[in-house]
Nanobody, 118 residues
Framework: QVQLVESGGGLVQPGGSLRLSCVRS????????MGWYRQAPGKERELVAE???????NYGDSVKGRFTISRDDAKKTAFLQMNSLKPDDTAVYYC????????????WGQGTQVTVSS
């Protein structure tokens, strides 16, 4: 059973930085794509950033130029570097990993809270 464990959330002041990590376990097969999503109170879950196995990336409009997604397949880990954080970035951040074809899966982590406040 594939599992994802996020870490790195916390409280940070506006303008600060955080780095989130997501470690995948339970499958021999690598993910075709790994992504970060977030959900703020009263809002729908939205895409923050996504990276494919080939290294292609996609970012939500509100984080372009501030956040960077990366992955280390040897360590089965995805990262989200968040810079110039704003109060509007406050949300629970969820990691997602998916694979199609042989060994297919689509799983979510438990979420990690990010709070941007002075």
């Amino acid at each position: 059973q594939v599992q994802l464990v996020e870490s790195g959330g916390g409280l940070v002041q506006p303008g600060g930085s955080l780095r989130l990590s997501c470690v995948r376990s339970g499958s021999f097969f690598s993910a075709n794509a790994m992504g970060w999503y977030r959900q703020a109170p009263g809002k729908e879950r939205e895409l923050v950033a996504e990276i494919t196995s080939g290294g292609s990336t996609n970012y939500g409009d509100s984080v372009k130029g501030r956040f960077t997604i990366s992955r280390d397949d040897a360590k089965k880990t995805a990262f989200l570097q968040m810079n110039s954080l704003k109060p509007d970035d406050t949300a629970v951040y969820y990691c997602n990993a998916r694979r199609s074809g042989i060994g297919a899966y689509n799983v979510w982590g438990q979420g990690t809270q990010v709070t941007v406040s002075s």
